[in-house]
């Protein structure tokens, strides 16, 4: 009897340690928060005054106002540079598209606004849909104004003085509670779609969807208002969200050489993410963007969002024992492979638009040929972007990215052959002009003067 209870007790205090250790281990137990007392409030968007109480993760997201050119990774970067100044041929890629103009590498939240005033791309008929990922001030304006929001110019949001606010802590915070929260209109029209809650995720599911708040594909419903939706009611694979356009008939450009309706992937992190291994395996976008820090004996989870090679240590050392110089090389090896086939597959969307645009010059050439080469080139071009806009260099998702640009060569050579096929029944031939690589100018200056 006494030698049970003995191991009774014996057993009670070893679940208690594995529980105890179990909850040392989950990321989400924040000591500090429970001895702060903060008063934050209602619609207070200012990063300074949530600041006041929490400056550890203050100041981490302050860190991204420095832009330091040298302290780049080699897919990542928190430098402003244009993508098309390093890749001329992508200008035939987006002909007749605002892509073809400007459009430069991904910063930091804190220059989400002046990132967008200053872009070639937005002019004075600019919807106010634009605003959405880049202020806090968004939910607050749909609060107002209803779907009205989306239809709204650009440039009249941008006269109430708190849609200047960048990227900031009431994007994921509820200012009472301080927990996450989904607060984009676009995210909670989503999740409700598909049968979800925005307002009973748990909290390891809000760690990774207050980031697809944003770091997702989405479109302007022209029908709609130009409301922000995310095309997921088909699924998360390219092959789905592609699907969903062509259901819709949607067309985000015509293009200037080859006349086709063209699909402009936006930046699919979450979709991307979807899937991979680490997603599978319960691993949240904030478990290798925002890794427990210290300061001195707190610990904070750092709001510094980087490239997380650059703290390798910290984000990745919590899971992988083998040492941070060996994560950052088996990253490496895969951004490697898939930025190889990503251009291949870009210079061959390329080949296939500017040979449309010759053939189509032929006399005689089989339009109907030519019009299923075309369809071919928009679906080329989806699936090779599905890879170059996401910003990670497909390692958030090896296979699906390495899967899509598989497809993209795919389509890109069935169209070649149907254009060339075409060009010689029709007697004719045709050269073309690929952008050279030379006119690569990775240095154009680039402003921050406003467009708008
Ligand atoms: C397993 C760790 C991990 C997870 C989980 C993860 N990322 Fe990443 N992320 C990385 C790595 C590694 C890179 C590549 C950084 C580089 O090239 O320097 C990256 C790159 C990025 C970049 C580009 C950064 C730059 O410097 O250009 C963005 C944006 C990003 N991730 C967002 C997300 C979002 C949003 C999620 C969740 C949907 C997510 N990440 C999930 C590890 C992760
Ligand atoms: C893009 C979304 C996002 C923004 C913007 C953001 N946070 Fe967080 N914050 C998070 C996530 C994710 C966590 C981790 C939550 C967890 O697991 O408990 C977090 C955690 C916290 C915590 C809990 C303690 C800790 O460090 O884990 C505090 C306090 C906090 N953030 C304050 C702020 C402040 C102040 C700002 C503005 C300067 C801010 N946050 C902006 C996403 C965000
Ligand atoms: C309200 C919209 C929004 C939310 C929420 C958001 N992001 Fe971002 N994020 C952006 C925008 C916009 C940019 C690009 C800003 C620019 O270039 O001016 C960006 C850029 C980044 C970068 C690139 C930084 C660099 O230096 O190149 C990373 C990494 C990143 N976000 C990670 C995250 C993670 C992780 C989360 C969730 C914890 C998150 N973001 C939530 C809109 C958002
Ligand atoms: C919260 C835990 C966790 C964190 C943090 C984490 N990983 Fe992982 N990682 C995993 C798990 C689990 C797997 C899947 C292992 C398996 O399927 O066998 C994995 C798999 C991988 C793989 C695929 C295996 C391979 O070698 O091809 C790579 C690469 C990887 N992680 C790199 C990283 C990097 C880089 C970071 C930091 C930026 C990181 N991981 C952060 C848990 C994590």
Known sequence: MLKDRKIKTICLFLILIVALALAGCTRNVNKPLTTIAWDIPDGEMDPKVWGKYFPHQYSSYQKNMEVIAEDKTNYGSSERKSHIAAYPWKQNIWAGYGFSKDYNEERGHVWSVIDLTSTQRVNAKTPGSCLTCKTPNVPVLYEQLGDDYYATPLAEHLK??????????????????????????????????????????????????????????????????????????????????????????????????????????????????????HYQAGVSCADCHMPYTKAGNEKYSSHWWTSPLKTAEQSCGTCHKDGSDA?????????????????????????????????????????????????????????????AAENSMGFHNPEKALHSLADSIDYAR???????????????????????????????????????
């Open 160 to 277: 109430d003085p708190n849609s200047m606010i960048p990227i900031s802590c009431a994007n994921c915070h509820d200012n009472e509670t301080m927990e996450l929260k989904i607060v984009q209109p676009p995210l909670r029209d989503a999740l409700k779609k598909l049968g979800q809650d925005p307002d009973k995720l748990t909290h390891q599911e809000k760690r990774t969807l207050v980031c697809a708040q944003c770091h997702v594909e989405y479109y302007f419903d022209k029908e709609n208002k130009s409301r922000v939706t995310f095309p997921w009611t088909e699924g998360f694979e390219p092959a789905n969200i592609e699907e969903y356009y062509a259901d819709l008939e949607f067309v985000d450009w015509e293009h200037a050489k080859t006349g086709q309706g063209m699909l402009k992937t936006q930046h699919p992190e979450y979709e991307t993410f979807v899937d991979s291994a």
């Open 327 to 387: 994560r950052r090389d088996r990253v490496q090896y895969i951004q490697d492979k898939v930025a190889d086939q990503l251009h291949k597959a870009g210079k061959i969307s390329e080949e296939l638009i500017l040979s449309i645009e010759a053939a189509q010059k032929i006399e005689g050439i089989e339009q109907l040929k030519v019009d299923e080469a075309k369809v071919l080139s928009r679906r080329a071009v989806w699936y090779w972007d599905f890879v």
């Open 414 to 452: 069935q169209g070649l052959a149907l254009v060339k096929e075409a060009a010689a029944w029709a007697g004719g031939s045709f050269t073309i002009q690929p952008a050279k690589t030379e006119d690569a100018n990775p240095t154009r200056e680039i402003t921050e003067k406003p467009n708008i």
